[in-house]
């Protein structure tokens, strides 16, 4: 007999771990699948690419539904086949329709939800979040119609919407809470850089702004953004693009054990021993995700214990960053900032736009940014991933692994 697995969302890290799975075990379970969407399993980090024309919707979808058929998967999709309840007594979970399914093994990625600001007015028309295929299309629709986009946030996720709002014709302005860009990802020097090049292609900016009230007209639409020092901005489409929280709250009423996220041991398990996660909606050693490399490792550990192979153990390793607009490279990884007990290493060249930051500490990579230049991007993330004593080769460094290789 088969072993039940139910797989609550239909997203990229489930799904993944689906097919390491039926990779790895393909007999060992039934599956059935529930996704609150109504597609099969989509690309999400490509919504940027549908947003800006590259892509259609077609382009991104890595499962249509026939896979799921032709793998013998169970799958449930749209809103009223939502995932409502799980009973871990009778290990059983439902959807909003009733529809119901039992598991043995029980796996949930539900993913996130977009970060939603408490300023007033958040629930006017043409505000929205920056999540999903419906928020694109939307989007898309809004491009065609309205003139005044307002990204809310100056993260990776609000450039590539207001860089395809941009591309799509409309005048975007970003507004965002740092007087850098990317804050998170890039030194002052590198979000500069950033900046510059976004200016050059027609998007502007409002920096270390705070946002203190949308308006809108008498039919409920914005209008206009209002900001703490009096100041507004015409708006006909606000786009909130600040972060994302880890959906977690199917697991809580099931009284799985949470903290900022479903809290997960090495092995993806949960307090409960019969029941996995993956993804955002997790917590593991005291970090959350939003990124899709550590998802992907998240889904290779866990379907090798889900297969009974049980020997790998997932680790957190630093996550590297990269824009996804056309013509713009930049990476970023590790501590880049550093601290009194790091030295770094700059190389600039103003005419080529190209900026490269380096730190090291106690003889080895921990951080760096590059912007302009990324192609030994994944090399230094091999020096600081394995802790490379990098001593002998530090006047070279910065140079890249080609200068290496010719001396």
Same mark, same amino acid.
């Given at each position: ?35 609150? $969407? ?15 024309? *590259?892509?259609? /919707?077609?382009?991104?979808? #890595? ?9 013998? #998967? ?5 809103? &009223? =086949?939502?995932?409502?309840?799980? @009973? ?36 006017? +028309? ?6 999903? #295929? ?15 986009? !307002? ?8 450039? $590539? ?42 998007? +502007?900016? =409002? ?14 639409? #914005?209008?206009?953004?209002?900001? *703490?020092?009096?100041? &507004? ?10 972060? !994302? ?7 809580? $009423? ?27 909606? /997790? ?9 899709? %490399? ?13 297969? %009974?192979?049980?020997?790998? $153990? ?45 730190? /090291? ?14 192609? @030994? ?7 600081? *991933? +394995? ?21």
């Amino acid at each position: 007999m088969k072993q039940r697995l139910v797989v609550i969302g239909n997203g990229m890290a489930g799904m993944r771990t689906v097919e390491e799975l039926l990779s790895a075990a393909p007999e060992k379970y039934d599956i059935t699948v529930f996704g609150t $969407e109504p597609y099969g399993n989509y690309n999400r980090i490509m919504l940027s690419s549908v947003l800006c024309g *590259e892509k259609t /919707i077609e382009d991104i979808i #890595i499962n249509d539904r026939q896979w799921y058929a032709d793998k013998g #998967i169970c799958l449930y999709t749209g809103s &009223e =086949k939502s995932v409502v309840r799980i @009973d871990r007594i009778t290990r059983k979970v439902y959807a909003q329709d009733g529809t119901s399914a039992t598991y043995d093994r029980l796996l949930i990625a539900t993913g996130s939800r977009p970060v939603i600001p408490a300023i007033s007015g958040n629930d006017l +028309k043409g505000v929205i979040s920056f999540r999903d #295929i419906v928020d694109v299309n939307r989007m898309l629709t809004y491009s065609k119609s309205h003139k005044k986009a !307002v990204v809310l946030g100056g993260g990776l996720l609000g450039l $590539e919407a207001a860089n395809g709002l941009a591309l799509r014709g409309m005048d975007v302005t970003v507004i965002h809470n740092n007087a850098v860009l990317l804050n998170r990802q890039m030194d002052p020097q590198a979000g500069k850089m950033l900046q510059k090049e976004l200016e050059q292609r027609r998007l +502007k900016f =409002k920096m270390a702004a705070k946002t203190q009230q949308l308006i809108g007209d008498k039919n409920g639409h #914005i209008i206009a953004v209002r900001f *703490e020092d009096g100041s &507004e901005l015409a708006c006909d489409l606000f786009i909130m693009a600040i972060g !994302v929280r880890p959906n977690m709250t199917l697991a809580q $009423e099931a009284g799985i054990y949470c903290e900022r996220g479903i809290v997960v041991n090495d092995t993806l398990q949960s307090y409960d021993p019969s029941i996995y996660a993956v993804g955002e909606c /997790i917590q593991h050693r005291g970090d959350t995700f939003g990124l899709v %490399a550590p998802l992907f490792e998240q889904a290779k550990v866990c379907a090798n214990h889900l297969s %009974a192979h049980g020997v790998a $153990e997932y680790i957190t390793l630093p996550t590297a960053t990269k824009l996804k607009v056309t013509g713009i490279n930049l990476f970023s990884v590790g501590n880049f900032m550093g601290d009194e007990n790091c030295e770094s290493i700059h190389f600039t060249d103003v005419d080529l736009g190209i900026y490269k930051k380096l730190v /090291i500490k106690a003889d080895k990579l921990i951080g760096a940014v590059l912007y302009g230049d990324t192609t @030994d991007g994944s090399w230094y993330q091999e020096l600081l *991933e +394995k802790e490379v004593p990098v001593a002998e080769i530090r006047d070279r460094l910065i140079f890249g692994k080609a200068c290496l290789a010719s001396t």
